[in-house]
């Protein structure tokens, strides 16, 4: 790993994206895994620049007797930062997968109140984005489902539930625990194949390979949904890029990352003349497309 600070990019993209507020006191849901583990600790890097009140929460299921080590390692982290922790436990019984999500949310929310938190982070990175897209599409989902998780939503009274880490990647969170020699427990559940999430996550699995970036194509599809859905500032300012680039025939064989340079050029309200693919040039003069260059 190169640089004096190793995965400095995951605190950068957290601070520079906004979806956890400045001056914010914010719940961190922590399972022990290492997903969220990993935001436990980005999150407490950052507490200084943002001026953030952590307090990390763990809800305990009931459903298998090792989850008391996984107690133990939000508890080790909450130490190693020096933040307060709360616990909850449901009550016990059979619960389907839908149940004990809705059952985990309520006490997260009680939890919430209770630290006079404003919003409640949860370490939902691309490929639990994906896996939620696609099972969306699986039950015949409309444009709300396939916009998948937003970042930011209203949850409770007064509460937001953020997803800082959305289009990020599970591996750079294990190795974000790696390199800073963070403790973290792995969920035996993941691998029951009954449960319709890791059976996608199983198929999936075996598509990446074929697929090299299936997981960062389809989070980033469900941000564009998403992002049309509310008629966000950048999705229009992403179809005034498109409708300069269609006009001149020249959307097609353009990556994303190029329409989202002039995208955020034009937000910036800066200049400067982007390549979107060969012998296709964007002007952009103090926040507006100039001019379409061919060459």
Not at 94 to 112: K, N, S, V
Not at 161 to 179: F, N, Q
Request: with cysteine.
């Amino acid at each position: 790993m190169r640089g004096a600070k190793p995965h400095a990019d995951l605190e950068g993209a957290i601070e520079r994206d906004g979806i956890v507020r400045r001056g914010e006191r914010v719940l961190v849901a922590c399972s022990g895994g290492a997903d969220s583990v990993a935001l436990a600790a980005l999150l407490a890097s950052l507490r200084g620049t943002l001026d953030l009140d952590l307090t990390l929460a763990y809800v305990h299921h009931g459903t298998r007797d090792s989850a008391w080590q996984d107690e133990c390692v939000v508890l080790r982290v909450a130490a190693t930062y020096g933040c307060r922790v709360r616990i909850a436990a449901l009550e016990p019984g059979a619960r389907d997968e839908a149940t004990l999500r809705e059952a985990r949310y309520a006490a997260l929310a009680t939890l919430a109140l209770e630290a006079g938190a404003g919003a409640i982070a949860t370490a939902h990175h691309r490929e639990d984005q994906c896996e939620t897209v696609l099972l969306a599409l699986f039950r015949g989902a409309g444009p709300d489902g396939l916009a998948g998780m937003p970042a930011r939503r209203a949850f409770a009274d007064g509460i937001d539930l953020v997803r800082p880490l959305l289009m990020r990647s599970a591996i750079e969170l294990r190795d974000y625990c790696h390199t800073h020699a963070l403790p973290y427990a792995v969920d035996p559940t993941n691998a029951d194949l009954g449960v319709r999430r890791n059976a996608v996550r199983v198929a999936l699995e075996a598509l990446r390979p074929l697929f090299p970036g299936l997981d960062a194509a389809v989070a980033r599809s469900a941000e564009i949904v998403g992002a049309e859905l509310v008629s966000s500032d950048r999705a229009m300012l992403r179809r005034q890029v498109r409708a300069a680039l269609d006009g001149q025939e020249g959307l097609r064989d353009i990556d994303f990352a190029h329409v989202e340079a002039v995208v955020r050029a034009l937000e910036r309200g800066s200049s400067g003349r982007f390549h979107v693919r060969s012998g296709l040039d964007v002007v952009v003069e103090r926040g507006e497309i100039a001019r379409i260059v061919r060459e």
